[in-house]
């Protein structure tokens, strides 16, 4: 019997739903729904100096304009929350600490680092077919950060842990991600978990084959329901 399908979006609240993201979240929702599955919102908001509450309302109110209602999430609960990251700092620093225990993890100058096993990784990505990243080379591929002096999370880190608690089946997301791969799945062998299947999707171009920017005209989901 095949796993359950969920897949997630999951929008930081810094600003008003971009095209980009909202074509990403369509296409997760439409994935889901295909396959009976599980579609979850999670908010990560862990920049509190740039998260506004208005912000994230509007990621709310443009999805919904959309038609893309979320099964699990903020509003909606679920098995699996918080769906907030600031609210899952706990959780993080539980796997934090398996990661220390195995010796994986280094401080550098009151940063946490994770010590990557340098290897080739092989990502087997669903649009992009088998890529071989090759992390062997700490000049070009550094040990990455997951926590900074300050205390904060690193975006790979949390993501990593978030997918793997809310039992994550399938990342569909915009192949400007694609590079953060190798790293999401050294993270996820480290803790001795299967990673989830990839699939990362062309971005918003402009004519000029520039990338859609926020402050290009009609990059903002808001822009059409005014």
């Known amino acids: 019997m095949a796993p359950q399908v969920r897949v997630r979006f999951a929008p930081s609240p810094t600003g008003y739903l971009h095209i980009g993201g909202a074509r990403t979240a369509l296409f997760n929702w439409l994935f889901a729904r295909h396959h009976g599955g599980t579609f979850v919102l999670r908010v990560e908001d862990t920049d509190r100096a740039r998260n506004t509450e208005e912000a994230a309302a509007a990621i709310y109110e443009g999805l919904r304009w959309l038609g893309l209602n979320w099964d699990e999430g903020p509003h909606v609960g679920g098995d699996f929350g918080p769906y907030f990251q600031s609210q899952r700092t706990e959780i993080y620093q539980r796997y934090l600490q398996q990661l220390q225990d195995a010796g994986h993890i280094f401080e550098d100058q009151g940063a946490l680092r994770f010590r990557s096993p340098r290897e080739h990784v092989i990502v087997d990505d669903l649009v992009a077919g088998k890529i071989d990243f090759d992390l062997s080379n700490e000049q070009t591929h550094p040990d990455m950060t997951i926590r900074r002096p300050d205390?904060?999370?690193?975006?790979?880190?949390?993501?990593?842990?978030?997918?793997?608690?809310?039992?994550?089946?399938?990342?569909?997301?915009?192949?400007?991600?694609?590079?953060?791969t190798p790293k999401h799945i050294e993270l996820f062998r480290a803790l001795g978990v299967e990673p989830p299947r990839y699939a990362h999707i062309p971005l918003i171009l402009n004519r000029d084959g520039s990338k859609m920017s926020k402050r290009d005209q009609g990059a903002s989901v808001d822009y059409y329901i005014k």
């Not at 993501?159 to 400007?176: A, F, L």
């Open 151 to 180: 205390g904060s999370w690193i975006f790979h880190f949390v993501n990593v842990i978030d997918d793997m608690e809310m039992k994550i089946s399938h990342v569909i997301r915009g192949e400007d991600h694609l590079s953060n």
